[in-house]
Each structure stands twice: as structure tokens, then as C-alpha cells.
């Protein structure tokens, strides 16, 4: 567990001085244990170091996962959710984060309506054009957010966005801050984003800066 242990200690450390560059509380932000690809051992080792929320991109990983016994262990779906799997995902699921499309937004709906509850969920948008991202493009997120907030079975939270890899340090501004600046422009809304998901491994130190309130950590801490 040392390995994983000091890496684990070190991202902390370096999202607490991001935090204080931009004067904000490195309590403020919420560390989410990227598990894709990892073993049940290192998802305790995790949480026997404090961890408490952990992300999976596919489904079908993160089921087993989540049939741990881990009180308090809250789940994230970081990764596309396909229509056909949202009857297993969504009894489990904490929170999800990469709703890209209304049709999906209204999917999710229709399915906790007939469960009586409400989901959590954030908008994934498209911050810079790559043609494989998933997402609402920049420019209709806003009629997005506000008509998904109209759906009862969704608990809107916020949104999500993933800059391109190892891209400049002003593109990967320009993205955050793009997302932050969509956020303000939301404030008035019924269901206003509490909520930035935004951040890796290779870049979460400069989402902090640009308001980043969730950054999603995987290699930074898990990899050999």
C-alpha cells in the first residue's frame, strides 16, 4: 500500500497549493479515485486510506466494484452510459457525470420516475472539438442544462468537461474557464451547477486554479 499510499499524499498536497493560489479551501474540492482497470485490492487500500469517492468509466467494471463492503463508498460514472445499461447503474450509482445528450437526460428520467427517486447528475460538455469527445457542444449547453433541469427524475448538480490531452497550458485554461463562465451564466437557473467536474492527472492543478470544485484522479495515483 506505500506506493499508492505516497502518491496518494502528494496529489493532496498539490491540490492544496492550487487551492491556495487561487484562495480557495483545498476543502472545497472533492477528490474522486479514478478505479478503471484496478483490482478490488487497491479500491480498499484506497478507502482504508480515506478515499471515499471513487469513478469508473464502464458499467460492467464498476458493478463488482460496488458490490464491496465499503460504508460510505460513493460511486461516480465517469465514462458514456449506453441506454441499455442504465437499469444496472442506476440503484448504484452516486452520481452520474458524463450525461451528454437530452435523449439520455430523458432516458435516465423515465427510468427514476418509475423508481420514485431522483438521480444525480452532471451535463458532460465539449470544451474543445475533438470529433471522439462525447458531450454537448459549448454553445448549446445552456438550453441544455435548463431543459434537463425541468426533468423531475434528474437531480442536476452541475457540470463536467475533459480538456484535450497534453494540450498547452492556455488551451487547458481556455477550456476550464470556459465551463467556469458557463456556470455563472447559469446561476439563475432553478438548478444552478453547484458542481465543476473538472481535471486529471495531467492537469488537475490548473483546473483548481480555474474553479474546478471535482477533479477525477487516476494514474496520478494508481499507475506503477
Known sequence: MTGVADKLERVRERI????ARSARSPAAITLV??????PAAIVRDLYALGVRDFGENRVQEALPKMDLELPGARW???????????NK??????????????????????????????V??????????????????LGATEDAYRAAAA????????????????A???AL??????????QDQLRDCAAPPAILSMGMSDDFELAVEEGSTLVRIGRAIVAD
Not at 16 to 19: I, K, L, T, V
Not at 33 to 38: H, N, R
Not at 92 to 112: E, N
Request: glycine share 8%; hydrophobic share 45%.
Open 89 to 118: 447503474i442506476l440503484p448504484r450509482v452516486y452520481l452520474i457525470q458524463s450525461l451528454d445528450s437530452l435523449d439520455l437526460a430523458r432516458a435516465v428520467d423515465q427510468r427514476a420516475a418509475r423508481d420514485g427517486r431522483r
Open 173 to 182: 485554461r481556455a477550456c476550464f474557464g470556459s465551463l467556469r463562465r458557463l
Open 76 to 86: 461516480h460514472l465517469i465514462g458514456h452510459l449506453q441506454e441499455n445499461k442504465i
Open 168 to 170: 498547452p497550458e492556455p
Open 33 to 38: 479515485a479514478v478505479t478503471k482497470g484496478c
Open 16 to 19: 492544496a497549493r492550487a487551492a
Open 120 to 137: 444525480a447528475v452532471l451535463l458532460e460538455v465539449k470544451t474543445s472539438p475533438e470529433p471522439a469527445k462525447h458531450g454537448f457542444e
Open 151 to 166: 426533468l423531475p427524475g434528474l437531480e442536476l448538480r452541475g457540470l463536467m468537461t475533459m480538456a484535450p490531452f497534453a
